[in-house]
């Protein structure tokens, strides 16, 4: 199983390029009113199809199984290489991740990559974005998948678990609660914790 995923994409449109707005006409108790909506543009599907077709490949020929949940966070690493020196490559990200959001092979959505540019060179013969993806260690507010481990393992001695415990389940999804603290060991403690009686 590979833990890192790399892909090199095209230079994709920008946040500014990648949807326009379109006018139309619609009736409204028989009256005309005018409407915007956003559509995409015809490059901004281009590219869709380009990179989605990349992203398959890489996945495949790479070995990528690490299977999309709601929760996995991933580092995305990227170096760009501009064809000329008046970009902002943080107007770049909005299509990419998209892109690979559409394939639904990495994650489920976007809302849970961490971007970040590296570099930024310029190459007019060969503009490209190169990409490193992976999982970061962590798990919601669990500083590693150890620690995740540790606290759920004490979460089955407890009465909440069986009934679904929703402090574990927003702890897993990274949600700061008042009820778990880290102790003078920082070790994570749950103030709720009951433990079920032996019988």
Known sequence: ?????????????????YVKPRGFIKYVDGRPKAMVTMYE???AKKYKRIFSRIVKRAVKEQEWDLEPNKTQHFYVDCVFYFDRIDKDANNYFKLLLDTITD????????????????????DSNNPRIEVEIRPVEYVGIFDTHKELENFENNCK??????????ILKK??????????V??????????????????
């Open 171 to 180: 702890a897993i999804e990274g949600r700061i609660q008042e009820e778990i």
């Open 157 to 166: 001695t407890c009465k909440r678990y069986k009934r679904n415990c929703s």
């Open 103 to 122: 394939t639904q092979l990495i994650w489920i959505d976007d809302n849970v990559t961490l971007e970040k540019v590296n570099r930024i060179y310029y």
């Open 41 to 43: 543009t015809a490059d």
């Open 182 to 199: 880290r102790d003078s060991n920082n070790e994570l403690k749950c103030s709720k914790f009951n433990k079920i009686k032996e019988k």
């Open 1 to 17: 199983m590979s833990r890192m995923l790399k892909l090199t994409s095209p230079i994709p449109e920008s946040v500014n390029h």
